[in-house]
């Protein structure tokens, strides 16, 4: 009689695993499979593959299908491979977007994250623009520089031929660059926090600003 109802009690539990563990072991992809066989009519969800849609991507692939390959992608650095995803994990490489960077930039976008536009380049010619650099096939219009001409020529350094062709004005001597006036405001802006923080200590430590806790009433 014992074990009988230790039997019945085995069998239960696997019949509820079996049918509330399907929800768990079920990959299709339209979330509707077979509840006994796990079979799929509509193919699976990313990561996985088989008939019942079961086995997990083999190591190296990813998506819909497996058909992600890991090593196609264009990650910034070395990255690991979600299956499901196949997400870079520090992004991707200039020319390359979503999550997989597995994608070109769209037309008339290049670079970083895909965020610097064609139209932004000061080419002589009209030039293709290449998603990785946006170049300019090295010629640019008078008073910029780069691969993608975007930057402005900078004059104020040794190297100053006289500004002839520049739209730029040459600078004197004594002008800031944007990296000195940089280090002025960061060295400043430290100051200024170590200075709040030193008079919030002084202030907290006279008890001045505490707020009293409100009496306990026994
Ligand atoms: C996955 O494979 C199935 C069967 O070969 C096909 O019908 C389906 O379109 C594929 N899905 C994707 C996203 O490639
Ligand atoms: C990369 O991600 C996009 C967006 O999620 C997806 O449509 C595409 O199928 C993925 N590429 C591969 C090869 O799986
Ligand atoms: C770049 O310049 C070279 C030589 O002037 C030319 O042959 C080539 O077609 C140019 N490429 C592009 C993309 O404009």
Redesign the pocket.
Known sequence: MVYLQKCCLLLNLVYLSLITGDQFTCHCNDGDCNQLTGACSNGCL?GWSGQSCQTECPDGS???NC???CDNRHCLAPSSCDKI??ACDNGCLPGWR???C??ECVSGFYGERCSLRCDDRNCRNYCKCDTVHGSCNGSCLPGYVGLDCRHREYYGGDDDGGGGEGTTTPRPSWWMTSTDAAKIGIFGGVMLIVIICGIALEIHAKGIWCIQPPENKA
């Open positions: 990313p990813y998506g819909y058909s992600g390959i995803t196949g979503l999550h997989n597995s994608q």
